[in-house]
């Protein structure tokens, strides 16, 4: 195989010197047939084979090959990025650099797609913003085990555009009322409320997307953005580099904090974690464009924020019916009302950790909300035993096995267990139970344990008890000592045949007057 300098010089020999092939061949050493073939006119360059140099990726080439292609069948989100395959290989004893496996990388998408597509990325406009001026928001969703359980969150994200500062949180729904309690607590982590505010089309906040920039925004998401005082801005139909830095803080967040998957006890648990996970990381990223930390950055930008004025009232509304057995029903599950709501509409306002009952103005009670994806149709059903008090007192009969009193508290439940083995013990049992209408729960439940240690379980003795707590007296009766003068040597005896004894006595003495009185007998 001749070099390319070589086959010049022939060529020139040959075509512009007009040398015959004997004389190349003298000169050049080569035979007459190479000559002969390197001079025909369809004859092509030579080709030369490339160097082929041992690396240090060589004893783990199969191993990334498959990382690749196993990572390329994984959804976009769920994908590894070659820095965390590099940390990997690490791991295995893999002692070269970041570079040479992301060259193999680009070497094997090439061979899988045989030609990289340029066309069609598109041409964009970078943006600055001031401090203050704006911030980002957006959904995703991302996978993380909550009590053992893998289960899908959708994750808030938001970024303030120009210090870079991030936040997220998880909620189990993407809905309003999660929304609202974001931005709650978003602001209050930022210090302050930028001017403005940059979504995409979501439909928590756009009941409708018409020409150029006109939307038809949610009534409830406009409360919230009038009641913080900025303006929403709202990103063209796929469009997402109109807020390309949240873009990027989600792609990034996934790698910084999703993988691995994280486990917590409770979904509370996980929030603390992202909160204090996020503002470690302002003091590790660096800005890019400002000196310095993102820390740095906000602490420039945060007096530049309008104060933080007292958190939005974020509740979706319903109109409910209690049912004839109090309670209300909302997704699947049902939650206890009083009963003198039932069979009557009452307002179901829904927080994203809560349910508020109210009904005439006025708040009726309040329940933890449940948010569980199975297959339980049936849903759950949270009950609250004094909600049924009014009921009880109509039929204490219930007591035995209603079912919003299977939690009643221990010593509510050790003294039923006496008190409905007795005649009338259903009744007295309730009217100690609705005590707790007039009474601090927490003093009955004690007047109840000590009536129970003193071992008289009566309703007598437990009001005595309650009263003698309520007005700061000792519980414990004190001993009374009675004067020797009224102190009895024989303790009387109830015996009617004594009588019988006196008549028997006057008949004796034959006293015919005592003989016709009459005695009891």
Known sequence: ?????????????????????????????????????????????????????????????????????????????????????????????????????????????????????????????????????????????????????????????????????????????????????????????????????????????????????????????????????????????????EKGQVEKNVRDARHRLWQPVPAFATLGQLNAWLQDRCLALWNEIAHGKLPGTIAAAWAHERPMLMQVPRPFDGFVEHTKRVSPTCLVHFERNRYSVPASYANRPVSLRVYADRLVVAAEGQIVCEHNRIIERSHNTAGHTVYDWRHYLAVLQRKPGALRNGAPFSELPKAFRQLQGVLLKQPGGDREMVEILSLVLHHDEQAVLTAVELALEAGVASKTHVLNVLHRLLDGKPVAPTAVTAPQALRLVNEPQANVLRYDALRGRASAQGSPSLQEVRHAS
């Open 1 to 241: 195989m001749i070099d390319v300098a070589t086959l010049s010089v022939i060529r020139r020999w040959a075509l512009r010197e007009q040398l015959s092939i004997r004389e190349i061949a003298r000169r050049t050493g080569l035979s007459r047939n190479t000559i002969k073939k390197y001079l025909r006119a369809d004859a092509a360059e030579p080709r030369y084979a490339k160097r082929v140099s041992p690396s240090k990726l060589d004893p783990y080439a199969e191993k990334l090959s498959a990382w690749l292609k196993s990572e390329a069948s994984r959804s976009r989100k769920q994908r590894r990025t070659l820095k965390q395959m590099h940390t990997d290989l690490v791991a295995l004893g893999y002692a070269g650099s970041y570079n040479r496996v992301a060259a193999y990388a680009r070497a094997w998408q090439a061979r899988r797609h045989e030609i990289q597509q340029t066309t069609g990325r598109g041409t964009f406009v970078p943006l600055a913003f001031g401090p203050g001026e704006a911030f980002q928001f957006d959904w995703s969703e991302d996978w993380a085990v909550i009590a053992g359980e893998r289960i899908k969150l959708q994750v808030a994200h938001f970024k303030l555009s120009y210090s870079r500062a991030f936040w997220v949180r998880a909620y189990p729904l993407q809905t309003h009322e999660m929304l609202f309690d974001a931005h709650n607590r978003a602001f209050e982590v930022f210090g302050g409320v930028p001017g403005r505010g940059i979504y995409d089309n979501m439909k928590t906040a756009v009941d409708k997307v018409r020409r150029g920039k006109e939307r038809d925004v949610n009534a409830r998401f406009s409360a919230m953005v009038s009641h913080y005082l900025f303006s929403a801005e709202f990103c063209n139909p796929a469009s997402g580099w």
